[in-house]
Every structure is written in structure tokens, then in C-alpha cells.
């Protein structure tokens, strides 16, 4: 059967927008959920876990890109796991260094070039896409993967914090 997915986007106009919608996203995780970051470099995958973490009660000044030590682990009322698989070039690489195993544990996981592993993703997932607009403007578009993530990014569309777009095919 299909999975169930919503996709929704927004402009955001500097840095506190783009944290304020990562705060929002993070006010709806429960243990064992999976956000996927994609974007160029300088996208504002980063400052989208920071504002992730601080909204989950941790330490934003904590949060860097993982680039070289490829996991980061913060405490918040649910422990991030943060990756970063821009070094990576497989799926199998990710799954090397215990992907799985996180994923399946009771804290979030926060995975940074999440489109370089493709197949190292648990099916059910967040999806967010960052685009770079100008030099303070990215565009976020939020895909839920699953019942429980579709019916979060309905309720961030209700919020008034992203518009519904097309559903994928
Ligand atoms: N609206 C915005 N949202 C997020 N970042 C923004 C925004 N406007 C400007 N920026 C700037 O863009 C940069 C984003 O950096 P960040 O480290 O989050 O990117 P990244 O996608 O994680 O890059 P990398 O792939 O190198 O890890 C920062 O310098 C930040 O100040
Ligand atoms: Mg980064």
C-alpha cells in the first residue's frame, strides 16, 4: 500500500523563521522519529536542527554540522541524533556507523544531506528541503512520510506556518 504523505512549504525571511518552523516541527516528535535535511551547502540545514533542539527544551549553541565526526548526540526532552552524510558515498556507509540502530531507538534523529543516502532512510519520515531565495529568504518545503508525519504537517499548515502544495505522486 502507498504510504500516506502532506507536503507543505513556506518563504522564510531570515534565520529566527526558519528556527521558529524547526521549533514548531519539533513540538510534534515522538521517540524514534527521523527528520531528513536536504540543501546546498549554506541551505540552513544546521540552523533548522538548532532551532530543532532549542524548541525540544536542548541547547541550540550545541548543534554544529557533525561534518567529520559524522554524529552528534544532544539532550533535550528527546535525545537528537544529529548526522551529517555529506562525506558519505553510500547508503552502506551510513548504515556502517549505526543508522538503523538509532533510528529505531527512543530518542530523534536528525540527518543532514539525507539525499546521499537514499536507501539508509526508514520509509516513514520528515522530509525538508531548503533552497536557497536570497541572501536572508530560504525556502522550506515539509514532506510527512506516514499517517502520524502527514497528520503533523496538517496540523503545521492549521498553524498557519506553511501553505498545503501539491501531493506527491
Ligand atoms: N532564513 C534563513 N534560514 C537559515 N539560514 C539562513 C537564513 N538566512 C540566512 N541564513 C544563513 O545561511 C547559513 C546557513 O548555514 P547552515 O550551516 O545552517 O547551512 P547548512 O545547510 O547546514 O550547510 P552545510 O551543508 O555546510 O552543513 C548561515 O550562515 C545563516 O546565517
Ligand atoms: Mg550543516
Same mark, same amino acid.
Given at each position: 500500500?502507498?504510504? +500516506?504523505?502532506?507536503?507543505?512549504?513556506?518563504? #522564510?525571511?531570515?534565520?529566527?523563521?526558519?528556527?521558529?518552523?524547526?521549533?514548531?516541527?519539533?513540538?510534534?516528535?515522538?521517540?524514534?522519529?527521523?527528520? #531528513?535535511? #536536504?540543501?546546498?551547502?549554506?541551505a540552513g540545514k544546521t540552523y533548522f536542527t538548532k532551532g530543532l533542539v532549542r524548541g525540544l527544551g536542548g541547547d541550540a549553541d550545541d548543534v554544529t554540522s557533525p561534518t567529520f565526526v559524522l554524529m552528534?548526540?544532544?539532550? &533535550?526532552?528527546?535525545?537528537?541524533?544529529?548526522?551529517?552524510?555529506?562525506?558519505?558515498?553510500?547508503?552502506?556507509?551510513?548504515?556502517?556507523?549505526?543508522?538503523?540502530?538509532?533510528? &529505531?531507538?527512543?530518542?530523534?534523529? +536528525?540527518?543532514?544531506? &539525507?539525499?546521499?543516502? =537514499?536507501?539508509?532512510?526508514?520509509?516513514?519520515?520528515?522530509?525538508?528541503?531548503?533552497? +536557497?531565495?536570497? =541572501?536572508?529568504?530560504?525556502?522550506?518545503?515539509?514532506?510527512?512520510?506516514?499517517?502520524?508525519?502527514?497528520?503533523? +504537517?496538517?496540523?503545521?499548515?492549521?498553524?498557519?506556518?506553511?501553505? =498545503?502544495?501539491?501531493?506527491?505522486?
Open positions: 500500500m502507498a504510504i +500516506v504523505r502532506a507536503r507543505a512549504s513556506c518563504l #522564510c525571511d531570515g534565520i529566527d523563521q526558519t528556527q521558529l518552523r524547526a521549533a514548531a516541527l519539533a513540538a510534534r516528535l515522538v521517540a524514534g522519529d527521523v527528520v #531528513c535535511l #536536504c540543501g546546498q551547502l549554506g552528534q548526540v544532544y539532550e &533535550a526532552r528527546l535525545t537528537v541524533s544529529h548526522f551529517d552524510a555529506y562525506r558519505l558515498t553510500s547508503s552502506a556507509q551510513m548504515l556502517d556507523i549505526g543508522s538503523d540502530e538509532t533510528f &529505531a531507538g527512543d530518542g530523534v534523529s +536528525v540527518v543532514e544531506w &539525507a539525499d546521499r543516502v =537514499p536507501e539508509a532512510l526508514p520509509d516513514e519520515r520528515y522530509e525538508v528541503r531548503l533552497a +536557497v531565495r536570497g =541572501p536572508t529568504q530560504r525556502f522550506l518545503e515539509i514532506t510527512g512520510r506516514g499517517r502520524r508525519q502527514a497528520d503533523a +504537517v496538517a496540523f503545521l499548515v492549521s498553524q498557519g506556518l506553511f501553505q =498545503p502544495t501539491d501531493p506527491v505522486l
